[in-house]
């Protein structure tokens, strides 16, 4: 095979989708049918204009002459709707849409041969008609099928059979076939300029060409673009979107790249969680880690928090980063505000878990611990070349960790620094938290701090934390 017919067979040749996976062969497939839907509208949709044409212009034969028009009309409405029928119940194979092909242009040129007869003129009359453009229309819809063989098809087809019009035209009187070599007879008279007809027929060609070539490139990009689109939103499941969009927007992206910012940290944990798994079976397990975290992501994620990462039963969250690419480094105008609206969310949807989630209600009910914490961060990815994890260090973490497990010690819920309260209330929190700041050893840090220890500030009558965490009525002001 020589090189010419190997660059023209892989031309021809089907994108290879056989090394993607399922589900993105199926998302191609959907894309090619809605693109094949849309192909038969067009068509119907042109007919349907032939058809509104031809009923509104005058008609300048006699009414005993015979009328081919509209059975040809009428046929191609009737095949149209048929193949749009078709289309919309399953996906047409391949054969069907070289059938639709032959079908367009037989009757588009009958549609034209017929004009010359029902209105008694010359053969020739077929040449000058404009109906020829809709011959680039029929063309270019075959690009809808995101393969050139479609195109190249239809552009043979129809250079084919503009060719056997002009055949029919100089040989259909063989006493006068109307040729002429003069341009200015040509555009005056019925003659015919072959010259002119092969013009077309170039034009046809080169289209066809063109868009072939356009087609092969579409093509490739559209598997490649569900490809990746389909990468993307599994991507996304395993960052937060707004992480994952920083990611995939990032010019480059490399280990030891990252950027200093400020934020508010904070980090949820489940208490007993260890021993609960040591008596579960592994799918509940799962299934406890699952609820539990598909209650608190949505309440994070709604108050602006990104999801750093998962440790377990711990989840971590970073508020105030926003967008790997915006470049802002000023300190987010309320992020620690955020971050107290969100512990606020989930401690209060916690003492409604027994009642609406059943996988934590069968498990005997589980608690929450948070700690957060408020400073200055790194931010970026660390890892190898081959294998990057984006993530947040600093003071500020460690500081958030350890105040999250400091609940114990105090009996509480929910710890964070009394600098971080004290900027979330100047920011306008008013929320249903009230804080007790306290001296504090907590365990890793260097010295005494003051934290700030938050319960809920509930109406009277309402469920609020006694001083050992459990449920008691009424609360501070009661």
């Given at each position: 095979m020589g090189p010419l017919q190997t660059v023209w067979k892989e031309f021809l040749r089907r994108p290879d989708l056989s090394g993607l996976?399922?589900?993105?062969?199926?998302?191609?497939?959907?894309?090619?049918?809605?693109?094949?839907?849309?192909?038969?509208?067009?068509?119907?949709t042109i007919i349907l204009i032939f058809c509104f044409i031809y009923t509104i212009s005058p008609k300048t034969f006699p009414d005993d002459t015979t009328a081919p028009v509209p059975y040809v009309l009428g046929a191609y409405l009737m095949l149209a709707s048929v193949g749009l029928v078709w289309g919309w119940l399953r996906e047409p194979p391949d054969w069907a849409g070289y059938i639709s092909i032959l079908f367009d242009f037989c009757l588009l040129y009958g549609l034209m041969i017929s004009f010359h007869i029902q209105y008694g003129q010359p053969a020739s009359f077929i040449l000058k008609a404009p109906s020829l453009l809709y011959v680039f229309i029929f063309i270019a819809i075959r690009a809808l099928r995101f393969h050139p063989k479609f195109v190249l098809m239809a552009g043979g087809v129809a250079a084919l059979g503009w060719a056997v019009v002009i055949v029919y035209v100089t040989r259909i009187?063989?006493?006068?076939?109307?040729?002429?070599?003069?341009?200015?007879?040509?555009?005056?008279?019925?003659?015919?300029l072959i010259g002119a007809e092969i013009d077309k027929i170039l034009s046809i060609l080169f289209v066809t060409a063109i868009l072939g070539i356009a087609v092969n490139g579409s093509s490739n990009l559209l598997v490649t673009a569900v490809a990746e689109r389909s990468a993307a939103a599994d991507f996304?499941?395993?960052?937060?979107s707004s992480v994952a969009q920083g990611i995939r927007s990032a010019e480059t992206l490399a280990a030891g790249q990252g950027e200093k910012l400020f934020a508010t940290i904070l980090n949820v944990d489940l208490r007993g969680f260890t021993k609960l798994a040591e008596r579960l079976d592994a799918d509940a397990v799962m299934s406890v880690l699952s609820a539990y975290q598909g209650r608190v992501i949505p309440l994070v994620q709604a108050r602006d928090g990104i999801i750093d990462k998962f440790m377990g039963d711990g989840i971590m969250a970073s508020f105030g980063i926003g967008d790997l690419t915006a470049g802002d480094h000023r300190k987010p105008p309320h992020c620690e505000a955020d971050a107290i609206r969100a512990a606020e969310a989930i401690l209060l949807d916690a003492e409604r878990w027994l009642d609406e989630v059943p996988e934590i209600a069968h498990a005997g009910g589980i608690e929450v611990g948070i700690g957060i914490a408020s400073g200055t961060v790194s931010w970026g990815a660390v890892g190898r070349e081959d294998r990057l994890e984006m993530t947040v260090i600093g003071p500020a973490v460690n500081l958030s960790a350890k105040l999250e497990k400091h609940n114990k010690k105090l009996v509480s819920r929910c710890i964070c620094d009394a600098a971080t309260w004290a900027a979330a209330v100047e920011q306008g929190y008013d929320g249903l938290l009230e804080a007790e700041i306290v001296q504090a050893s907590v365990e890793g840090t260097a010295r005494r701090m003051k934290i700030a220890v938050l319960r809920p500030r509930l109406a009277p009558g309402m469920l609020a934390w006694g001083s050992q965490g459990q449920p008691v009525e009424g609360g501070p002001g009661h």
């Open positions: 996976p399922p589900r993105v062969r199926k998302a191609i497939a959907e894309r090619e049918w809605a693109n094949e839907l849309l192909l038969r509208s067009i068509q119907l009187d063989p006493g006068d076939n109307m040729l002429t070599r003069s341009y200015i007879e040509y555009l005056t008279s019925n003659s015919i996304s499941r395993f960052f937060d």
